[in-house]
T-cell receptor
């Protein structure tokens, strides 16, 4: 079955700097790769997603890149702000089927 | 906020008891997935329901069961509760056959087993 590895598990950056979180997946049939932000005690919230027919997608300060050949995808956050502090999860799925999540990255933005 | 709701918000049960968790999907969605999120971990897929039928199951024992109703709401039932069942239970609704693969998560039910 699908397996998603995420790293680093914790990341601390200075406010205004960039943060990068990386994930690898095992099932080449996966074609949907969402990223979720989860604040303490809250539901996971989709922040950006990408399909396998696209190599890069950007939404303001957030971007995701996908390398299908290497089976890895990355989240890039630029100009980080204190409100970006949270746990971030990557996931992979085949269409609308089950999401397989990574282990999560705790991102801390230092003022 | 999504239109997905879950009840109850919190629940405390004793080992060996049974529990039922409920989920109302977002309007227009026909698919509900359930996930278990242990503290400090990513959500783990339990099962998915589409048109009242189970459509995929994760690595969970048969004491985890579910239902989906004609209005697409869903229940998760757990029998013979164990201490390790303590977790946040999330449901997510989606529209199978639609243009988006996005799953919309509810706020979760925090289950504590003592």
């Amino acid at each position: 079955g699908e397996n998603v590895e995420q790293h680093p598990s914790t990341l601390s950056v200075q406010e205004g700097d960039s943060a990068v979180i990386k994930c690898t997946y095992s099932d080449s049939a996966s074609n949907y790769f969402p990223w979720y932000k989860q604040e303490l005690g809250k539901r996971p919230q989709l922040i950006i997603d990408i399909r396998s027919n696209v190599g890069e997608k950007k939404d303001q300060r957030i971007a995701v890149t996908l390398n299908k050949t290497a089976k890895h995808f990355s989240l890039h956050i630029t100009e980080t702000q204190p409100e970006d502090s949270a746990v971030y999860f990557c996931a992979a799925s085949k269409g609308a089927q089950k999401l397989v999540f990574g282990q999560g990255t705790r991102l801390t933005i230092n003022p | 906020e999504t239109g997905v709701t879950q009840s109850p918000t919190h629940l405390i049960k004793t080992r060996g008891q049974q529990v039922t968790l409920r989920c109302s999907s977002q309007s227009g969605h026909n698919t509900v997935s359930w996930y278990q999120q242990a503290l400090g971990q990513g959500p783990q897929f339990i099962f998915q329901y589409y048109r009242e039928e189970e459509n995929g199951r994760g690595n969970f024992p048969p004491r985890f069961s579910g239902l989906q109703f004609p209005n697409y709401s869903s229940e998760l039932n757990v029998n013979a509760l164990e201490l390790d069942d303590s977790a946040l239970y999330l449901c997510a609704s989606s529209l199978r056959g639609g243009p988006s693969y996005e799953q919309y998560f509810g706020p979760g039910t925090r289950l504590t087993v003592t």
